[in-house]
């Protein structure tokens, strides 16, 4: 399965794809970092269409259209703010990966992209983050998943570089 999986460095909002992930707010209504980025990418509508969800629970997903986008979906997922690792960070985070790739697989979507969910102001540790996001993607697309490609967005190269790294282990 790690074959589907594909590591880049660059911008998830350039990307050609099924569906973005957007590591979202609770409100899904914008914000810093890769939410600000892809509100900003995609124009008023994708703000328009957030505000008729009700929000989103942590852990959970909702999908939009991409609108200005290249991709043609958003996949809103709400990540945890960490804390110690203890107040069930761990699982939620994985629930934000596993709820993302049940809503692009219910849609019909083949390639998905997503970037490191909670590690920025939601202060995640990279490294346990990335490691509980691809135990998460592996263990979904074991169950015989139509999607055909995962690509893991890291906007730094210093993230990416640790990527690599923490991907040697899964191989």
Do not use: W
Request: proline letters at 3%.
């Amino acid at each position: 399965m790690l074959e589907k999986i594909k590591l880049i460095q660059g911008d998830i909002t350039k990307l050609e794809v099924d569906a973005i992930v957007n590591a979202a707010n609770d409100s899904l209504l914008g914000g810093g970092g890769v939410d600000g980025a892809i509100h900003n990418a995609a124009g008023q509508e994708l703000f328009d269409e957030c505000k008729t969800l009700g929000g989103c629970e942590t852990g959970q997903a909702k999908i939009t259209k991409g609108y200005k986008l290249p991709a043609k979906h958003v996949i809103h997922t709400v990540g945890p703010v960490y804390k110690d690792g203890k107040h069930n960070e761990p699982k939620l985070l994985a629930s934000c990966y596993k709820t993302s790739l049940e809503l692009a697989e219910k849609h019909g979507l083949r390639s998905i992209a997503f970037p490191c969910i909670s590690t920025g102001v939601f202060g995640y540790p990279f490294e346990e983050a990335c490691k509980t996001a691809l135990t998460a993607i592996l263990s979904f697309l074991s169950q015989n998943s139509d999607i055909n490609e995962v690509i893991l967005v890291c906007f730094g190269q210093g993230d990416y570089d640790s990527y690599v790294d923490i991907m040697r282990d899964f191989k």
